[in-house]
């Protein structure tokens, strides 16, 4: 079984310059989330979709963070313009259902903006 | 307070020795506590799960929960070099739409 894809694996911006990630869930997998991880910190929750509606996405900096799920599978998660603080990993992950379901992450997309 | 805390280590282990990992929670009505493995450089792996209280072992690993002090830990045995990673807690709650709360992190180093 293939597992959570997401590309580009590594990403170097100019602050105030655009970014776009995107991520293809596990086949089946309704639920996809995308997770913020700074260095040395755990992952944090941006945004959670079920299908193609959003279910939650209050850490998600509005201002400058957007992200769709278009036909419920692919995911895209866009930052613009960037800020030196949003160098991180971006993880995408995914899960079956949402309560008490386990959530598989992909690679994750290094972001370094300087 | 943070929704979840773990040590942040790094805890350092000569090889073979019980590696004893520990996470609290602030939510008293958590249900389902994860411990994913996260090698430098790499995602996070789901190691181990578990729901209810006391000892689930899978393996070299044993995960405990003690949900009246909101407490989990993680046990590796006959710790290995191949152990060294940074292993985070998660935990999710009912009260918080069942998304998962990570800790940092604790930073484990097998000594060969």
């Known amino acids: 079984e293939a597992g959570v894809a997401q590309s580009p694996r590594y990403k170097i911006i100019e602050k105030r310059q655009s970014v776009a990630f995107w991520c293809n869930p596990i086949?089946?997998?309704?639920?996809l989330y995308w997770y913020q991880q700074i260095l040395g910190q755990g992952p944090k929750l941006l945004i959670q979709?079920?299908?193609?509606?959003?279910?939650?996405d209050s850490q998600l900096p509005k201002d400058r963070f957007s992200a769709e799920r278009l036909k419920g599978v692919d995911s895209t998660l866009k930052i613009q313009p960037a800020k030196l603080e949003d160098s991180a990993v971006y993880l995408c992950?995914?899960?079956?259902?949402?309560?008490?379901?386990?959530?598989?992450f992909g690679e994750g997309s290094w972001l370094t903006v300087v | 307070q943070k929704e979840v805390e773990q040590n942040s280590g790094p805890l350092s282990v000569p090889e073979g020795a019980i590696a004893s990992l520990n996470c609290t929670y602030s939510?008293?009505?958590?249900?389902?506590f994860f411990w994913y493995r996260q090698y430098s450089g790499k995602s996070p792996e789901l190691i181990m799960f578990?729901?209810?209280?006391g000892d689930k072992e899978d393996g070299r690993f044993t995960a405990q929960l003690n949900k009246a002090s909101q407490y989990v830990s993680l046990l590796i045995r006959d710790s290995q070099p191949s152990d060294s990673a940074t292993y985070l807690c998660a935990v999710n709650s009912p009260s918080n739409d069942y998304k998962l709360s990570f800790g940092a992190g604790t930073t484990v180093t097998v000594r060969a």
């Open positions: 992950a995914s899960s079956q259902g949402t309560a008490g379901n386990t959530i598989y």
């Open positions: 086949s089946g997998h309704a639920t």
């Open positions: 979709f079920q299908n193609n509606g959003v279910v939650d």
């Open positions: 578990i729901y209810s209280n």
């Open positions: 939510d008293r009505g958590s249900q389902s």
